[in-house]
């Protein structure tokens, strides 16, 4: 379902590598700290792929980069994966859910309006996933800092009093840095909301 979902407001499902140098296993880590450890590789083929990623955003990053490089900047693709780390030492995997939005978006839904990427639109789409599977959720700002994402335009997802995601603008130096256009980014566990679909 939500998959169907997010195909039909104009998001374009992506595969990316579940493998991540050191630096990008320490980036967004807004829906875990250094209690969830990385998942190091024994015998990595290179540095840059030498860890299970914890976060999908900076893999949907490197997507966006890639096309920006070559001139294109709208951009709305998600991705449904794992993200995987060590709880006292124990591996575990979570589904997320995670997206990156840039640019215009043109929703196949709404008659293919073209609207420009902001927070709130982000936000809607979600609120839109969230009510297809009857989860009531809640924004807050940020709890803890995030250095990647813009701190008075991110907030955090709340279910139950849990925090099961974020929703928010990339900080404009990583944008700087990075050499793309401003992006707006969302990541989300899965699991809870499969357990209140499980109830409707």
Known sequence: IINKTLIGLGLNETVSYSLVSPKLSEMFKVLFDDSYAPIKLLHPMTEEHSILRRSLVPSLLDIVKYNN??????????EISLQYGLTENEPNEHYVLSGAMQGVHSSNEWQG????????????ILDTVFTKVGAQVKYRPLSKECAELHPGRSAEIVLNDKVIGFVGEVHPTFVKQNDIEPTYVFEVLLEPLFEVESKV
């Open 113 to 124: 309006k073209k609207e420009v990427v902001d927070f709130y639109y982000v936000k809607g």
């Open 69 to 78: 490089a070559r001139k294109n900047y709208n951009l709305s693709v998600y």
